[in-house]
């Protein structure tokens, strides 16, 4: 029988060198590895991506966890669906970026970040303690310290989890911390684009934070309907019918990565359902629920497409 982290028990940490996602990153690595696949390798990502040996390897390691990119053959790294759709497509005649090809290649429109951030609860294990958190942690507040004790907390229920570097699940919240919190009038660090998605609010309390569930304003419904498809897909959920519930509080769901209450979820869904025929949120037998015709990866990209259209 599978335990509650079985699904993570073969998750990575700490393969970001450090490093949180900076602006221009994604689109800049994205850009230059279907231009030239070998650009992450020895030196050629140091000219190319205009940044150190470590960063390369960072950028490559976000490329791949918000999944834009995708290891093939070999190793060979290419784009995905998503990414060629998002940021766009080789232009075959001169080989280079075709910038007008994807809905936002510069990842201008915070929905993107909303639908960079899903990918990670597409498949966890690449950055485990990102699914510890959000899906397992009991924390109300914290500071680095008591994030990363929360986290090997966690992991230690696996039996090989727990015997990863305590070093590597520090290095972890602190990257957490960094790529979600707000950050601070005139602290000096360079930002990280996912600080506006709001996840991670400070307390009154000095150097204190805790994840912030609430009215998501910048969350277009659109996009959290397609996480939800996604979600269906990726889980296994058979039928064409989803609960609230699940969509809310199941383990990888829309309503744990995007930091939802359950009427949150059902006021986005009940705005982003009325847009297709073939689409139904009602209640039935006091159990609100998701109807559907299709396959949910088919409903994925119609609703992606609807917003991007827009």
């Known amino acids: 029988m599978e335990t509650r982290l079985g699904k993570y028990s073969k998750g990575s940490v700490g393969r970001h060198e450090t490093f949180a996602p900076r602006y221009g990153w994604l689109t800049k690595g994205y850009a230059n590895c279907i231009e030239d696949r070998e650009v992450f390798k020895d030196e050629k990502g ?54 007008k090809s994807g809905w936002d290649p510069y990842l201008e429109d915070e929905a993107s970040l909303w639908l960079l951030h899903w990918q ?30 929360g986290i090997i907390k966690v992991a230690s229920d696996d039996e090989r989890l727990g015997t990863l570097s305590p070093n590597s699940y520090n290095k972890d919240a602190a990257c957490i911390l960094h790529m979600y919190r707000p950050p601070a009038d005139g602290d ?9 998605l709001g996840l991670i609010e400070r307390t009154q309390e000095k150097g204190q934070f805790r994840f912030s569930v609430k009215e ?42 995007f930091k939802l209450s359950e009427t949150e979820c059902g006021k986005l869904l ?41």
């Not at 979600?231 to 039928?239: H, N, T």
């Open 46 to 99: 140091v000219v190319a991506l205009g940044v150190g040996k470590n960063m390369v390897r960072s950028i490559r390691f976000w490329c791949l966890f918000l999944g834009l990119l995708s290891v093939a053959e070999k190793g060979k790294l290419i784009p995905t669906a998503l990414g060629e759709k998002l940021i766009g497509v080789k232009d075959p005649e001169t080989a280079k970026m075709d910038w």
């Open 120 to 149: 990670i609860f597409t498949h966890p294990e690449m950055a485990v303690s990102w699914p510890l958190v959000f899906n397992f942690s009991a924390l109300q507040t914290f500071a680095q310290k008591e994030l990363c004790a």
């Open 188 to 196: 000096g660090e360079i930002h990280c684009p996912f600080n506006s």
């Open 216 to 257: 998501r304003h910048n969350l277009p419904s659109l996009i959290f309907l397609a996480a939800c498809f996604s979600f269906v897909e990726s889980s296994g959920i058979s039928g064409k019918t989803v609960n609230l519930s699940t969509i809310a509080y199941d383990n990888d769901s829309p309503g744990v990565a």
């Open 270 to 310: 009940d705005q982003a359902v009325y847009r297709f025929e073939d689409l139904h949120f009602i209640e039935s037998a006091g159990t609100w629920q998701l109807h559907f015709n299709g396959e949910p990866g088919d409903w994925y990209w119609k609703c992606l497409a609807a917003y991007y259209g827009e």
